[in-house]
């Protein structure tokens, strides 16, 4: 079976972020970025279910820059056969993102395409659901394990208190979320491997975006701690601040 | 590649993390699963050739491999020689003895990281060595002593120099020596006695008693009686790829240094805060971001072909003193923290102390700078 895996470049969770070009965007000089770790999971997701059926393909695809190549490279290490650079200039739009990539799976129409729940970046969580429904295809959201077989794929999601099973008709999207699906590291060997797999470049129209970015803020400084006194005895005079001076008890 | 290579050797040490190598270190044992996840990752095979089952990669990413091992809290010194022992085989070997050995070497079946040159009668003057290899017939038969080899019980093959012609006939002393590959795998009990070397540092080294030693003339490397040319065509990589285990190290002190004294809290203030925390540690830095440019110097020269052996010794010397600049100002900030096996900085510091000694000591160095790099009297 063909299975498609979206992924996207973000800034490494561990970069410090500083905003640039008059508070709309992150500043990219310094910043280190890597496969996002939601989209890692959805390789791991897709590497496991080709290995369980012992056939098919996993592609990776991105709309981005040049520089995205890097990160369909960390994924081809970890496994997958090919990798497609959608080239374009990525927006925070969602939507865009959505329909550049129905373009181009209307075109390879694969059977199973896994997104991140959400990219580590922006948080937003709309690619995957908005693809499904430009495609047409039934979607689930923040799986934490799915299983193909007979044409369909059965879903485990966490939800609130207990589990939700749901099973959808192939072709479908389904988004990933951490669960059973801890990636695996790049080894040397899949690294020299990546190196000779087949990485397409297709330069794609972006369509308009009605959404703008207004401004991006930082959070507020954090406040120094302080430390009221250790072990037992600090019980006491931290009810007592947290009554008096933060008023949240 | 090198960001890509280097996340994927920090992502691997990551789940080698301080308990387990104060662990190993504690019961003096081998890093068994690291080492073989290292080598079924493929990277203790980086350098060798594509063609025999490696990666084919230069020095630059080897030397990316073992800083980020020793940087990560880790100990490389477990496995390097698998890495490069090799390269002797690689060089000078036969097409046959290439074929022989060097895919099982590179997919770990094979292993061959002991490097037998040390004698207790000879020391830093490899030349006066006596182990002694005689030719009969279709074999050689070998007797002698050598001390500090390291990893003989975790090796398969070992890499053997010995006199062929003794040092009184040779018209120059650098001349009648041989490198044999000795398969330790058929060797009898009784033609050589392995008796282990307690140590400061847990590093599986060895006092190796050879009686009579049977070795196959096929398993000599190269031509008979230059085998000390050859053990000198591997010095230069040697020197580089320890050079950056001592990098690693280094910034494994800084790092840690930097952190805890930001953290430790006395008089009312991060002890970092205070200059004589703060600047040894800056210094520390500053010394090993030099030795790493003299080790990327090197590692230049080396990839282009061009002779650096100045670089390479310059580079080894630089790192290991940086580092060891570096373990002290650690043991410094960490004051009595420094001295707990839980914080892993002792260790280390045992550790970072070995590059100042092997696998040549820095006096070493520093009379090849002296004699051949400025050209100054030989004192021996
Ligand atoms: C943990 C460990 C592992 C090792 N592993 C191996 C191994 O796997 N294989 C192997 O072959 N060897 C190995 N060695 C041996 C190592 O290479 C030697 O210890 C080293 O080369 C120094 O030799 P030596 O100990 O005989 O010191 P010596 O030669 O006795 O020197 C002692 C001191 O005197 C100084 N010195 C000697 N002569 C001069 C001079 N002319 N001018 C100025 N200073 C001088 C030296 O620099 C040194 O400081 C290992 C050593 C250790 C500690």
Redesign the pocket.
Known sequence: MEILVCVKRVPDTETRIRIGDGGRSIDPSGVKYVLSPYDEFAVEAALRTKEGLGEGEVTVTTFGDDASQETLRSALAMGANRAVLLEGAATMDGLTTAKVLATEIEEMDPPLVLLGMKAADADQQQVGPMLATLLGRPCATAVAEFEVADGKVVCRREVEGGTEVLELDLPAVITVTKGAYEPRYASLKGIMAAKRKPLEKKPVDVPESALVVEALEPPPEKAAGRIVGEGPDAVAELVRLLREEARVL | MEAQLRDAVRELCSRYPNDYWQRVDRTRSYPDAFVAELTEAGYLACLIPEEYGGSGLGIREACIILEEINRSGGNAAACHAQMYTMGTLLRYGSDDQKARYLPGIADGTLRLQ?????EPDA??DTTAISTFAHRQGDKYVVSGKKI???RVQHSDLMILLARTTPLEEVEKKTKGMSVFVVDLRDVPENRMEVRPIE?M?N?E?NELFLDELEIPVENRIGEEGEGFRYILGGMNAERILLASESVGDGLYFTDRAKQYAGERVVFGRPIGANQGVQFPIAKAYVGIRGAAAMRDEAVRRYDRGEACGAEANMAKLLAAEAAWDAANVAMDAFGGYGFAEEYGIERKFREAR?YM?????N??VL?YIGQHVLGMPR??
């Open positions: 002991a490097f037998a040159v040390t020391g830093s500090f080899i390291s140590a540092i590093h080294t070995l000694v092997a696998p040549i000591s006096n070493m009379s004192s021996f």
